[in-house]
Structures are given as C-alpha cells and as structure tokens.
C-alpha cells in the first residue's frame, strides 16, 4: 500500500468523528474500555454480596501500565466505533463499490472480520496477565508465573495487535467493506466469493454470541448460590434411597463455631511483626477495604504477639489466610527457595508488610520436621489449581505452607498437619469440600469425620481437576 492511500484511510477515520452520533459511541466506548483495563489491573474491585469480585494488585502498577492501560482502551474504542459506522454501510453502496472493484476486492472482504478479531484479542492481553479466570464455572489460579519476566513482550504484542485491527477495520471503512452487510455482488464476480465473505460475518457474530452466553453461564454458576448446594433444597436422595441431609453436611465441614485446634501462634507472630514482614496496620487497612471486615478484638490479640491456639472460622478465615501467607512467603525455607517460581517472586509484596521471599528465618524446622513439612506439602493440594502446596504461587498456597510449616515445628505428625490443612482449605474452598463430603457419603457411605483426610487432601479432591470430578458427577447424577 502506498503513502497516500495510508493518508486516505487516516483522513476517512478522522471524517468519521465528524458525525456527532461517533463521537458519542467513541466517548462511551472509552469510559466502558478504560473501567474494564482498570479492573483487569487490580485497580478497583466490584462488592459482591459475599466479599468482592476483582483483582487484587500486590503492587502500584508503573507508568508503562498506566500507558498500555489508556492506550488499550483508546485504541479499543476506536476500532468498536469504526466498526459501528462501518456496519452503516448501505446495501447500494457495497454494490456499487464492488461492480466497480471486481473479485480482486471481493477476496478481502472479510478483512473487517479480521480487524475486529484481532483488535479483541489485543484489547485483551491484560486479562491475560490476570491471576483469576472463569472456566466452566470454577474460579481457578492460572499457572502464569513464568510469564513474569516476559511481560513487557506481552504489553507490546498487545500494542501491536491492537494497532493492527484499527488499521484494518479503518481500511475496511475506507473501502466501504461491511461484514455485517448483505452484500450485492455483480456477475462477474464468482458467488463462491461473495457466499465466503457471508459466512466470515456468521461465524464472527456465532462465535461472538457464545462468548457472551458462556460468560452468563459462568457467572450464574459462580454467584448464583452460596456454597452450591444450597439451592439442590434440604435434602436429597441416593440411587439407594438413602436421604441425605444437606445442611447437616455442611455443618459438618464448616460448622457455624469453626474449628479450634491446638496448634500454637508462640511467638511466630511477633516475630513477623519485629521484622516489619507484617504490619498490623497495612493488614487492618486491607481487611477493610477489600473485605470489609473490622479488626476483632482477638485478632489484635494475635496481632500483639499473644500466644493462642489457631482457629479457622467463616470470620476469620481472610485475617488466618494473611497471617500464614506472610509466614510462608518471608520464612527462609528450601521449599521455597527450590521452587521453580522462586527467582520470579525475590520482590513479593501482598500489601501487609514488606516486600521479600524467603528472606527472614521465622521457623528453624530440623531435618525431621522438614521432611515431614515436605512430604505434607507434596501431597496437600488446593481447588484453585493443580499445583500442590510445595509449589505456592497464591494466596492460599502459600497460606497452606505457612501452616504445614508451623505444625511440623511443634511436633505434630503428619495425619495432624493434614487433618488441620483440610479444615483451614474447608474455609477458604468451602463448596468443594462440602461437595466432596456428599461425594463420599453417596457413593461409601462414609460420614465427613470419618473419610481419610490425606486422601482428601490430594490431588484426586483437593486440586482443580479432582474437585471438578467431584462436582460434574454430583452434577450429572443429582443436579447439584
């Protein structure tokens, strides 16, 4: 293509905002863009009757985030209202252009499609970089730490591709191609041409229309009830004609009063607290900004440096999942240090204290205990993901490790570690765990108190994949 028709294209898209009605859709698209790279960034979360729906940032994004996040929505609006206008297009219009171009023209007329496809993706390369996907409605943690390094060739691969679908959709309005369009095709021009180009547009507005009704699925299915079982009624029946009662299930996987264990904070806290890995005011702040949730009197206990046994509740459960992720993440330990997203987290900050990896020894745990910290932590798994606690890349990951790690330093064994770690996950994860405890009931007719914990706690009920079994076959055979 040459200079000037480059100068024409450019010329035609800024002809186009001399229509007030594109400006309008322009200004509108910008606000919806720049809300939607904001929340993909961590910069807001939306409340949600049960805590928040959103992102949580470790950091303040740098200036090249703030750049790629207005120059994503900026060029996101535009390619959307170019398309809008293209659209537009009248049926004479196409006819003519194309009895006066011929074949030649025809063959990319598909090219908006094209624009609008690529212009999507790139506008979405920051979800990418996201910790938090919805898939077949499961909320999951997507192994995406080795991409940490590479993100600056991500951001400018999503610049590139979003500048390429404005250029393509633009060059599509200036050629007056319109995917949406019934287009008028003159005889010497082959049908088979023109019947491509139609079903471009079809699979285009297909693929589209589904992308939304699998959004609305997942949605529904994440937020349409508690822990997911609730709305299945009271009760149900087995295939035996056994009647289960579901809220004694619940009750007895996160009962009202929690679970108290004998497990010891000692001075483990105090020694986060001394070294400045926690701050009890960045954590009171996070609790209620994020959560909404005050500082309980208990809780500044603990913060204090008092010694008390750990308990896990519905309260709770946010202000544990802080106290042991900072333990885990600052304690100077080889299952850290060995892991392979050790050289990508050396800077790790969670907003509670400092930032720092495996930088402070808080627990001096002897070969013994270090053994049984890894062997527990091999075998101890979370829904979030595949990963196993001896890999922590999240929250709750690390969560898990700092509590293996504090019960191996005080002598408990490892069906206690891995007793106490279903209780805490029972909490954080708290509709697969019920699910998984009507599972067993169902098909071995075990009660929760008696199903081997350790088996629970693997990969075949604790990880994604394993819960996911759980919940289709309770899905498939019951509705639940």
């Not at 790139?122 to 993100?151: D, E, K, M, R, W």
């Not at 990508?344 to 270090?370: E, H, M, R, S």
Request: with cysteine; net charge positive.
């Amino acid at each position: 293509m040459g200079k000037t028709d480059f100068y024409n294209i450019a010329a035609n898209t800024l002809n186009i905002f001399k229509e007030r009605k594109n400006v309008v859709n322009f200004s509108a698209l910008l606000i919806f863009f720049l809300g939607l790279f904001a929340f993909f960034y961590g910069l807001f979360t939306i409340p949600m009757p049960k805590g928040v729906l959103g992102f949580y940032r470790m950091v303040s994004p740098t200036s090249f985030e703030v750049f790629y996040m207005i120059f994503s929505a900026v060029v996101s609006a535009l390619i959307v209202t170019v398309m809008i206008h293209g659209t537009k297009v009248k049926v004479e219009d196409m006819k003519d252009i194309t009895e006066k171009r011929g074949a030649k023209n025809m063959k990319s007329a598909g090219v908006s499609a094209v624009g609008m496809a690529t212009g999507i993706f790139g506008a979405v390369c920051p979800a990418c970089l996201g910790i938090n996907f919805l898939l077949l409605g499961n909320v999951f943690t997507a192994q995406l730490s080795f991409l940490i390094p590479y993100i600056i060739w991500v951001q400018l691969g999503g610049i590139i591709l979003l500048s390429l679908g404005l250029y393509l959709v633009a060059k599509s309005a200036y050629e007056k191609k319109c995917i949406s369009c019934a287009v008028g095709v003159s005889s010497s021009v082959p049908q088979k041409n023109a019947d491509a180009a139609g079903l471009v547009s079809k699979k285009f507005i297909a693929l589209a229309l589904i992308a939304v009704a699998l959004f609305a699925y997942q949605l529904t299915t994440l937020f349409g009830s508690g822990t997911g079982v609730a709305s299945s009624g009271p009760s149900l029946v087995t295939t035996s004609g056994e009647k289960i009662n579901i809220e004694d299930v619940i009750e007895s996987v996160t009962p009202k009063e929690g679970f108290k264990t004998s497990v010891r904070w000692g001075d483990i806290v105090a020694k986060m607290v001394e070294t400045g890995a926690l701050d009890p005011r960045k954590l009171e702040d996070i609790l209620i900004k994020r959560y909404g949730q005050e500082m309980k009197p208990q809780w500044r206990a603990v913060l204090a440096g008092g010694d008390a046994n750990l308990a896990i509740n519905e309260d709770n459960a946010v202000f544990m999942m802080y106290i042991l992720w900072t333990l885990a993440k600052h304690n100077q330990n080889p299952i850290l240090t060995d892991s392979p997203f050790a050289k990508y987290f050396t800077n790790y900050d969670i907003g509670v204290g400092k930032k720092g990896y495996g930088d402070i020894t808080l627990l001096a745990l002897t070969p013994a205990q270090q053994r049984i910290t890894l062997e527990v932590a091999e075998n101890a798994y979370r829904p979030c993901c595949n990963n196993s606690t001896a890999r922590p890349d999240c929250s709750h990951g690390f969560s898990a490790l700092g509590l293996v790690q504090l019960m191996a330093s005080q002598g408990f064994s490892k069906d206690e570690i891995l007793d106490v770690f279903v209780k805490f996950n029972s909490f954080w994860f708290p509709e697969t765990y019920v699910k998984d405890a009507l599972y067993f009931k169902i098909t071995e007719g075990k009660d929760w108190k008696d199903v081997d914990k350790e088996l629970v706690a693997g990969k075949n009920y604790s990880s994604l994949s394993g819960a996911y079994k759980v919940k289709n076959y309770l899905k498939d055979n019951f509705g639940i």
